[in-house]
């Protein structure tokens, strides 16, 4: 049984598409719609900014998808139905005192769609969550499931474990679990200068670490993350206020020449809070406003000098780029198709308000990070071409290999990853 509309579109809007969207409530009604359809793309949660699941055919949500969360005896992997949200799972798997070792600052994404793209935290010694995948129960091109893991259909399995969804549509992923635990998360603000010279070392010293800086100001708001004793869960939901950012943000699109003056207003605020709770309640924050997204990920040694770089661009340009920059840091990973996957990042996250125009800015700072050795999110805004694509991932070629042998008539393909993978 499947129910269906017409029409999709992204997170923030600027992706859409006039397909079916077709809700399976079980297996079976997902395996004949697969089977039936000339091409089918699987959605989740829409926070790709890039049209990874455009499509004019039919495309698939599995939000209405029966399953149940099963745990190892080990209690050291769970199987997860794949359509359940980040914040669904990691409140079910906290009833059986268990947790997801790392996650990023927002949880509606589906587990299937954070995976696939290669969604994560930050902390020197932990990946992505592709990282955390131990099997995928796929329902291929023919209709059919199939089982992969490390020793069952092996190359299947370590394409899967970055997908973008080429080779199937996941319904249960195996994931490895952690014991439950609390975090204090700490918010502070210091000198952009200071942190340029110290951050190395505070990566090192938290197991979790990030900052924000606003492009025209000379703070940054700091944020750690560490364990802690067990405590209620936090009052709050957000680790910081969005009203006055709201409204400084719109009279930037009213008036994107104030953008530098807003900001060190802003900047002038008292940033400093603490919360403290279980872990899945802490990594999240609600993040409301709109926004356009591009993530480099570079090298971690090149890193700030990158951020320094374009923050210097933007600043000479005076450029309404109205968002701060996220920094973060990944551990390297073994994933064919993973940015990380050459060494350890800093991910450097720009965004800009969805009202405003984003695309010339992205492109000049894009510039710069490829510059400095990076590789982009696949989920957030690039330009990589087909030739981008076998320079900078060696296994390219190997993973189109395994879609072919996956998917010989393309019937996951649409034509954005037609161009780089097809």
């Known amino acids: 049984m499947a129910t269906a509309e017409a029409g999709w579109s992204n997170w923030s809007g600027s992706v859409r598409a006039p397909a079916t969207v ?4 079980n297996e079976a009604a997902l395996s004949a719609l697969v089977r039936e359809a000339a091409k089918v793309r699987a959605v989740g949660a829409g926070h790709s900014f890039m049209p990874l699941c455009q499509s004019d055919e039919l495309i698939v949500s599995l939000d209405a998808m029966a399953g149940d969360l099963s745990i190892a005896p080990d209690r050291q992997t769970a199987r997860i139905p794949a359509g359940w949200s980040i914040k669904r799972l990691t409140e079910a798997l906290w009833q059986h005192g268990l947790a997801l070792a790392n996650q990023g600052d927002v949880n509606p994404q589906a587990l299937a769609g954070a995976m696939a793209t290669g969604t994560h935290g930050t902390g020197v010694d932990l990946g992505s969550l592709s990282t955390f ?33 080429l080779f199937g549509i996941a319904t249960e992923i195996e994931v490895a679990v952690v014991p439950a635990f609390h975090l204090v998360e700490r918010i ?14 505070l990566a090192e010293q938290h197991r979790h670490i990030e900052f924000w800086i606003f492009p025209h100001a000379e703070h940054v708001i700091l944020k750690t993350l560490t364990p802690c004793d067990p405590c209620d869960p936090p009052r709050s939901t957000s680790d910081v206020d969005e009203s006055a950012f709201r409204r400084a943000l719109d009279i930037a ?17 008292r940033f400093d809070g603490e919360r403290r709770g279980p872990a899945h309640s802490i990594f999240p924050s609600d993040r409301t406003i709109r926004f356009e997204e591009m993530e480099y990920e570079l090298p971690r040694a090149a890193g700030l000098a990158a951020l320094d770089a374009v923050i210097g661009w933007i600043r000479a340009g ?23 996957n050459a060494g350890p990042v800093a991910a450097i996250s720009m965004h800009q308000y969805a009202k405003m125009q984003w695309a010339d800015h992205f492109a000049g700072a894009e510039t710069i990070f490829r510059a400095h050795g990076g590789r982009p999110h696949w989920a957030k805004r690039h330009t990589l071409t087909r030739a981008d694509v076998d320079a900078l991932y060696p296994m390219a ?3 189109r290999a395994v879609r072919r042998a996956a998917d ?6 649409n034509p954005h ?3 780089l993978f097809s």
């Open 133 to 165: 995948a131990r099997g995928f129960r796929l329902i291929g091109a023919d209709g059919a499931a199939r089982w992969c893991d490390a020793q069952e259909n092996p190359d299947l399995f370590a394409a899967q474990r970055l997908s973008l969804g």
């Open 397 to 399: 070629e190997r993973y």
């Open 408 to 413: 010989p008539h393309g019937k996951f393909l």
């Open 22 to 25: 077709a809700r399976p409530t």
């Open 188 to 201: 502070e603000k210091r000198r952009w200068d200071e942190i340029r010279e110290s951050y190395d070392e």
């Open 253 to 269: 699109a009213f008036a994107p020449f104030l953008t530098p003056l807003l900001q060190r207003a802003m900047m002038k605020t």
């Open 417 to 419: 990853l037609e161009a």
């Open 318 to 340: 005076r450029l309404p780029v109205t968002f701060p920059f996220e920094y973060r840091t990944v551990a390297a990973d073994d994933i064919w198709m993973s940015p990380m």
